[in-house]
């Protein structure tokens, strides 16, 4: 069973650009929430990330975390994805 993962983002953010590079390069699929366009959605991660706007943050099974600045051995190890 595939795991649910969302992916609150900005348009202008290059971390965000790039951590939605990874996923897709990595074949994973994920749901996109613009926090730009969703109150709820920044009200969400400013709640998950102690007050802070911190973009992307993801969200996977219950758990989140954040990827700001973009880090892909972070990525790799909290969405547990094998090095290639």
Not at 38 to 53: K, T, W, Y
Not at 72 to 82: D, G, W
Request: hydrophobic share 35%; net charge negative.
């Amino acid at each position: 069973m595939a795991r649910k993962l969302r992916v609150y983002t900005t348009r202008w953010c290059p971390d965000c650009w790039r951590a939605k590079q990874f996923l897709t390069r990595h074949g994973l699929d994920f749901e996109e929430i613009n926090i730009e366009e969703a109150p709820d959605a920044a009200e969400f991660i400013m709640s998950v990330n102690g007050g802070r706007r911190r973009v992307p943050t993801f969200e996977m099974e219950g758990r989140t975390f954040n990827c700001s600045p973009f880090d892909p051995t972070l990525l790799r190890r909290e969405l547990e994805i094998a090095i290639e």
